[in-house]
């Protein structure tokens, strides 16, 4: 599959592999986009996931592309997680909100779980 170094990260599972693009900032999502589409296209893969930090910056972005982004990463990151979780590939692409490390810890503090945060279902 293609140059694996590109990419943030390759997850591998039993016969397949998905690769990750982090992102702290988004800023340019038409440039990201055609960013993401070529390293596709270059490494041979079909979908990927785009790991996005949460923060209300990004999750105003995402708000404002949302038809953007929704052909090109139609499975919700709740979704892709739970198939990550039970070995399976993600039947497309997702964005996955991942919230900062401090975030994650008050979070936990007030008792909600790291997957509880947003009200568009994207993580």
Same mark, same amino acid.
Request: proline residues 4%.
């Given at each position: 599959?293609?140059?694996?170094?590109?990419?943030?990260?390759?997850?591998?599972?039993? #016969?397949?592999?998905?690769?990750?693009? !982090?992102?702290?900032? /988004?800023?340019?999502?038409?440039?990201?986009?055609?960013?993401?589409?070529?390293?596709?296209?270059?490494? #041979?893969?079909?979908? @990927?996931?785009?790991? @996005?930090?949460?923060?209300?910056?990004?999750?105003?972005?995402l708000r404002?592309?949302? !038809?953007?982004? !929704?052909?090109?990463?139609p499975?919700?990151?709740?979704?892709?997680?739970?198939?990550?979780?039970?070995?399976? /590939?993600?039947?497309?692409? !997702?964005?996955?909100? /991942?919230?900062?490390a401090?975030?994650?810890?008050?979070?936990?503090?007030?008792?909600?779980?790291?997957?509880?945060?947003?009200?568009?279902?994207?993580?």
């Amino acid at each position: 599959m293609g140059d694996r170094r590109a990419w943030d990260l390759v997850i591998d599972g039993p #016969g397949w592999s998905i690769p990750v693009e !982090a992102e702290t900032r /988004l800023r340019d999502v038409q440039a990201l986009q055609r960013k993401v589409a070529l390293k596709c296209r270059d490494g #041979g893969f079909d979908r @990927v996931l785009l790991l @996005v930090a949460d923060t209300r910056h990004n999750r105003r972005v995402l708000r404002l592309a949302s !038809a953007g982004f !929704a052909a090109s990463h139609p499975v919700r990151g709740r979704d892709a997680l739970a198939a990550l979780q039970a070995g399976n /590939l993600p039947e497309g692409s !997702a964005i996955v909100l /991942l919230k900062p490390a401090t975030a994650r810890a008050s979070s936990r503090r007030r008792g909600f779980s790291s997957g509880e945060h947003n009200e568009q279902g994207l993580a």
